[in-house]
């Protein structure tokens, strides 16, 4: 089954924000076993803590991370099913997920731990703000449309 005209564009920057999600929650994973950004950035804000207690902390962050990304996806997928479904309510609600995803992105972003310094090394919290750009797209080309959903 096609898509309506009316519906392609939303859609289409809801399923990048779906994969862009993903990609932001799988992040912090590849992190871990690679350049260590979020277990180096808990060392220099914390330098008395062991090893332990700093796996401990990047561990703590990665479930945070997870379920984070796990609503995120479970929003994308909902949007998307009303948008693709017609519902009235497709409008209202993707603004209110738009609102909830960067008010998440923006806590990982801003907020300062106990050490002064962001939870977050920038590039983990900036890639926590990407899903918001197709957000910001997809609610707008939803408000744009003529057509009452």
Known sequence: MTQPPHARGPLAAMYVGLALTVLATVAA????????LLADHI?????????????????????????????GVLGWLTAAWAVKAGKRWARPISTVLLVLGASAGLAGLL????????????????AGMVPCLAGVLAVTLLWRRRRPM
């Open 43 to 71: 060392r220099a804000g914390y330098p008395t803590y062991s090893q332990a207690q700093v796996d401990s902390a990047v561990t703590t962050y990665l479930v945070v991370s997870s379920a984070i990304g796990a609503l």
């Open 29 to 36: 994973y590849v992190d871990r076993g690679t350049t260590h």
């Open 111 to 126: 907020t300062k731990d106990t050490s002064g310094a962001t939870g977050l090394p920038p590039e983990l919290g900036w």
